[in-house]
């Protein structure tokens, strides 16, 4: 037995120090890497949060839950849905942009063909996919009269309609599609289509450019255009500066990193504090920009430090749990979970904010898992390829 276990301890031993000195002799360029697919998991669940803001549900019935003031369930929903969920969306565009113009030198029609090509499997087959499973879901629910009465809405199922819920419904925030969270994709899809637009604008126009594409989001100067947010004018653009211009996000954003360490606690603080006032739009925009740099540069001390390490699994399961949580998943146990209990105490419907979305996360994590051993290459098409 003690010959097993010293074996056992040398072989930790041994693994620890093997990370240790890969840790040492990461380059920039890898720690870049693995910043990226580390922030994957933990930006979506940061959108899972941002999409469980309500502290109550309706059936065509009744309205379930409590929409009275209660102080720690509304702490806790601003802090984590409002104000550290709210950096997650910029946070993915900025990624999305560098990552597309990395390594770019000049924009030629084959290359750009290609990219076009690649991101036809990776953004458009899952949104397809996802988008018209939601609608025919939806439509078989509606029109179960067992199952009916869950909704408190019950559209025609005309042309008109399915177009809208597959581009951008007028009654939804952003006019999102059916499954509501694709607006992110969708609106990704059009940045990659003016990608040469993009570029050129970039090399023009330099850092003074992007400079004044943030100014029209700080500011919400911009009209409304389904497929064109003011998010992704701002937040692609500026993630394809660095992908252009060849900066390694590493060190520029340790640049600034004691900076940011020391004002975004400040700013969230100052954000959670004026939620009420007209200026707070300004501090959480600010705080965005700040929040950034600051996951940026906090991930990577981690990584750097051996203190996490990337989950292949976890990176790997992100869309997944992206696509699935949403109409499938959280906004359904939060009906039931809200059915059975109608939670009007603060307690419990803080305890309930929490528990949706493990559960969802759990369940999706779940469902991903049975799907990639069973059925790899369909989920492989249906997360694109991811």
Not at 161 to 186: E, H, N, T
Not at 223 to 237: D, I, K, L, Q, Y
Not at 334 to 343: S, T, W
Request: aromatic share 18%.
């Amino acid at each position: 037995m003690s010959h097993v276990f010293c074996a056992s301890l040398l072989k930790k031993t041994a693994f620890g120090i093997g990370q240790l000195i890969q840790l040492k002799f990461m380059t920039p360029k890898d720690l870049q890497s693995s910043v990226i697919t580390f922030l994957r998991f933990p930006l979506i669940v940061g959108i899972l949060f941002l999409h469980n803001i309500n502290s109550t549900t309706a059936t065509a019935s009744m309205e379930f839950g409590n929409a009275g003031y209660l102080p720690v369930s509304y702490a806790c929903r601003e802090f984590f849905s409002q104000v550290l969920g709210n950096v997650a969306v910029p946070l993915f565009f900025f990624i999305s942009g560098f990552l597309f113009f990395q390594n770019i030198d000049g924009f030629p029609k084959q290359g750009y063909l290609k990219k076009l090509k690649n991101r036809g499997k990776t953004l458009l087959i899952p949104y397809l996919f996802w988008n018209i499973a939601a609608l025919l879901i939806y439509y078989v629910v509606r029109h179960t009269p067992a199952l009916a009465g869950w909704f408190s809405t019950n559209p025609e199922y005309n042309c008109k309609y399915v177009l809208q819920a597959l581009w951008g419904m007028p009654d939804k925030p952003l006019f999102c599609p059916i499954a509501s969270q694709f607006w992110f994709v969708r609106d990704l899809m059009v940045a990659v289509v003016l990608t040469p637009v993009i570029f050129f604008y970039i090399r023009k126009a330099k850092v003074y450019g992007v400079l004044l594409l943030g100014v029209l989001w700080f500011f919400a100067w911009w009209f409304g255009v389904t497929g064109v947010s003011v998010a992704t004018v701002f937040f692609f653009p500026a993630g394809a500066w660095f992908g252009v211009n060849r900066r390694s996000l590493i060190d520029d954003m340790s640049k600034v990193k004691y900076a940011v360490f020391i004002l975004y606690p400040l700013l969230v603080l100052a954000d959670l504090l004026t939620r009420q006032y007209a200026a707070n739009p300004f501090i959480h925009n600010a705080g965005i920009i700040v929040g950034i740099a600051f996951w940026f540069n906090l991930v990577a001390y981690l990584l750097r430090t051996g203190k996490v390490s990337v989950n292949r699994f976890l990176a790997a399961s992100s869309f997944f749990v992206f696509a699935i949580h949403e109409p499938f998943l959280q906004s359904k146990i939060h009906k039931v979970l809200y059915v059975i209990f109608n939670p009007q105490s603060d307690l419990l419907i803080t305890a309930l904010y929490f528990l949706i979305v493990l559960a969802t996360v759990l369940i999706a994590l779940g469902l991903y898992y049975l799907l990639r051993r069973f059925m790899p290459k369909f989920t492989a098409v249906i997360t694109g390829g991811r």
